[in-house]
């Protein structure tokens, strides 16, 4: 059997890959993340007192599904965004409203906690990504990705007014990124976007603290098209996005402008390139995700990041690339692998 590992709401890629695992006529089910509390599934583990292992079983309507006969698992995601609010009620009152923040929390852990078993359980069977891997040290995958050849810009971390402003003045041209996942913070009638925003000597002149929180920065670097690398084992699809052409995705192409999409268009690689990124995705332990690249207006590949949940649905579809019918036909693959294997 193939196990999913998603959640229930924005996630249509999940729902694509399940058409095509349909189509082929195989064994699967799918656990929502947010299933653990929601009433739609019962879930039990127990130590097994002659293995000494931790094993599960989840029952689902009439269906029953034991750990045992799980082969292949795909992580896509992990909750719904609001499950950090299951407990909440508006309030003006400060100690309330901590009260249920911290409520919240402990109970967001609790069900982390169940969720990471499942990986436990099964982490000797086939993964297609793994909750473990959904977000990367940022900073170790910088290091590592020069080391495996790339061009990486100049980076900077700091919360030292007077080291950003050196950085800045040194650069002229600078951006700053989150140190983890970009974000939208949602207030009551207003939200804050975490995504890559522009930084000069200007924007610097008008910060009065000396210090800071924590802060990631970077060169930036001046770009012909921006890259995405969809990578799946050792098969890579590139595609190049031209956002430079649009003002509100120049800096960033995940700004998205839906009345104007970028043009988006399949790559050959350098082979050299493509030997750096399968040489990278391994030293990191990676089968599947997106890897970000720059190809600057001097000719060169600059590396960004890599994404182990990245958007790939869009650019397949436009570009036809059927990664989604991959994806399925390599679980149906593993699963049948592990059948044998474990008889």
Request: hydrophobic share 35%; proline share 4%.
């Given at each position: 059997?193939?196990?999913?590992?998603?959640?229930?709401?924005?996630e249509i890629t999940t729902d694509t890959v399940i058409d095509w695992l349909e189509n082929l006529g195989c064994d699967y089910f799918r656990l929502n993340g947010e299933d653990l509390v929601n009433e739609k599934c019962l879930i039990d583990f127990s130590l097994n007192n002659s293995s000494n292992e931790?094993?599960?079983?989840?029952?689902?309507?009439?269906?029953?599904?034991?750990?045992?006969d799980i082969n292949a698992i795909w992580f896509?995601?992990?909750?719904?965004?609001?499950?950090?609010?299951?407990?909440?009620?508006?309030s003006n009152n400060i100690q309330e409203t901590e009260f249920l923040n911290n409520l919240n929390s402990y109970h967001q852990s609790e069900i982390r906690a169940a969720y990471n078993l499942i990986?436990?359980?099964?982490?000797?069977?086939?993964?297609?990504?793994?909750?473990?891997?959904r977000a990367m040290d940022k900073f170790e995958v910088l290091s590592k990705a020069r080391k495996c050849g790339f061009q990486i810009p100049e980076s900077l971390l700091t919360n030292n007014l007077k080291e950003l402003n050196c950085f800045v003045h040194k650069h002229k041209s600078c951006i700053t990124k989150?140190?983890?996942?970009?974000?939208?913070?949602?207030?009551?009638?207003?939200?804050?976007?975490?995504?890559?925003?522009?930084i000069n000597t200007e924007i610097v002149s008008k910060i009065r603290s000396p210090f800071f929180a924590p802060s990631f920065f970077q060169v930036q670097i001046d770009k012909v098209y921006e890259i995405r690398v969809i990578f799946l084992q050792e098969r890579l699809f590139p595609v190049a996005i031209f956002s430079q052409s649009n003002p509100k995705t120049i800096l960033d192409y995940r700004n998205?402008?839906?009345?104007?999409?970028?043009?988006?268009?399949?790559?050959?690689?350098?082979?050299?390139?493509?030997?750096?990124?399968?040489k990278l995705v391994k030293s990191i332990d990676l089968n599947f995700g997106c890897i970000d690249l720059i190809k600057s207006t001097k000719g060169d590949y600059v590396f960004l990041e890599v994404n182990p949940v990245g958007q790939f649905l869009g650019h397949s579809a436009i570009l036809n690339l059927q990664i989604e019918k991959y994806i399925a036909k390599i679980l149906i693959q593993n699963d049948e692998i592990q059948k044998v294997q474990r008889v």
């Open positions: 059997m193939i196990l999913i590992l998603s959640r229930e709401s924005a931790w094993r599960f079983t989840i029952f689902h309507k009439n269906q029953r599904i034991d750990s045992e896509r995601r992990s909750f719904d965004w609001d499950i950090d609010r299951r407990y909440w009620f508006d990986e436990n359980v099964l982490k000797s069977r086939f993964w297609l990504s793994r909750p473990s891997k989150p140190s983890v996942d970009a974000t939208v913070l949602i207030g009551s009638d207003f939200g804050i976007s975490t995504m890559t925003k522009k998205y402008d839906e009345k104007i999409p970028n043009r988006l268009e399949l790559l050959k690689l350098p082979e050299s390139l493509s030997k750096k990124i399968l």
